[in-house]
Nanobody, 114 residues
Framework: QVQLVESGGGLVQPGGSLRLSCAASGFPFRLSGMSWYRQPPGKERELVAYITDTGRITNYADAVKGRFTISRDNAKNTLYLQMNSLKPEDTAVYYC???????WGQGTQVTVSS
């Protein structure tokens, strides 16, 4: 079955850290660039980070540069998002995505609050 399954979300205090994981199956993960998106409450979904198939090139939204790190383990068919120095404005549902052809996970909730 072709799917993406996110995990690792939760409630964290401001300044804390979380690591999200996205397990891919049913397609050649190692050949796909991958992205993390997020959708804050009441707002549009936005791109957070992108990584190429080999992991050599990454790009980040300005709002998360220097705090978030996207990475991948092609041997484990898994995408990661390490999130440090979390802020309340990082609260959102986080989705992993294969851009082409488009495939989305179900999302995982991240809440940053004291």
């Amino acid at each position: 079955q072709v799917q993406l399954v996110e995990s690792g979300g939760g409630l964290v205090q401001p300044g804390g850290s979380l690591r999200l994981s996205c397990a891919a199956s049913g397609f050649p993960f190692r050949l796909s660039g991958m992205s993390w998106y997020r959708q804050p409450p009441g707002k549009e979904r936005e791109l957070v980070a992108y990584i190429t198939d080999t992991g050599r090139i990454t790009n980040y939204a300005d709002a998360v540069k220097g705090r978030f790190t996207i990475s991948r383990d092609n041997a484990k068919n898994t995408l990661y998002l390490q999130m440090n120095s979390l802020k309340p404005e990082d609260t959102a549902v986080y989705y992993c995505q294969r851009p082409l052809p488009a495939l989305w996970g179900q999302g995982t909730q991240v809440t940053v609050s004291s």
